[in-house]
């Protein structure tokens, strides 16, 4: 009795230790691009191209994509998905000259999980002559990166402004595209061991070129934010280790007693 005590004891001590490295970790990214503003007259905006995709780790996905002649409504596109919920989401949405998109991701499965999404949305411009132009947009970053003793979490995330030089077909497809132009930010944070990070920062970009000719061109608007949770290895490798070791000793000690 007094030596099961004891391995109990162990097991006590153990086990704790190696629940202790796995308290719960998350990571939630939101980035908002626009409304896209242009108050240049030989600036036309004719046709809009929306699309969303929104990916998880285990497989599940969702997208949607639009088009539309610039004068009709919605621009909207927008794709959910959900993997082991709630362990992980992506949403993506477009609407109006804006892009939004929001990643989620915890380990209150156990397990490390992924969320991805991405909106972006192109307007195709007839520029009717040679000048300087300018684009400016408002854009929001958000994220809550928390992690527990020996997890981590993890936000990505790029956004922009891209203007490209378009051919365009006698059908008024788009054939060609060189990008001429552009304007983004990046945004990468891992927390860990206890770490959080809470913030949310707004701001404006601004993307001027210098048309050299007139004709079409394409402006892309896109947000593309991950999110990631997941266990540190030594934490695993911790866990699995104390439960293996408890284990071990109290069939070393149940082997030892007389039957």
Do not use: C
Request: glycine residues 10%; charged residues 15%.
């Amino acid at each position: 009795m007094v030596g099961r005590r004891k391995v109990l004891g162990w097991a006590a001590l153990i086990i704790p230790l190696a629940a202790s490295m796995g308290q719960g970790a998350l990571s939630d990214v939101t980035v908002s691009l626009g409304t896209l503003q242009n108050s240049d007259a030989f600036v036309q905006f004719v046709d809009v191209y929306s699309q969303a995709y929104g990916y998880t780790q285990n497989g599940l996905g969702g997208s949607s994509e639009d088009f539309h002649d610039g004068a009709s409504i919605p621009y909207i596109a927008s794709a959910n998905a959900n993997g082991l919920s709630p362990q992980a989401r992506a949403t993506a949405q477009t609407n109006f000259k804006y892009v939004t998109s929001h990643t989620y991701a915890d380990t209150s499965g156990g397990t490390s999980s992924r969320a991805w999404a991405w909106a972006s949305q192109d307007w195709l411009l007839n520029v009717t002559t040679p000048e300087d132009g300018t684009f400016t947009a408002p854009y929001t970053i958000a994220w809550d990166l928390e992690s527990g003793a020996g997890e981590t979490a993890t936000g990505d995330a790029y956004w922009g402004l891209f203007l490209y030089d378009t051919t365009v077909n006698s059908s008024g497809e788009l054939v060609a595209n060189d990008l001429v132009a552009s304007s983004w930010l990046p945004f990468s944070l891992v927390v860990s061991n206890g770490d959080s990070s809470l913030f949310s920062y707004p701001d404006a970009m601004t993307l001027k070129y210098e048309f050299s000719s007139a004709g079409a061109y394409d402006l892309k608007l896109m947000v593309d934010p991950e999110s990631t949770a997941a266990p540190l290895p030594g934490a695993v490798l911790l866990g699995s280790l104390g439960l293996g070791v408890s284990g071990w000793l109290l069939r070393r000690r149940e082997r030892s007693v007389p039957a």
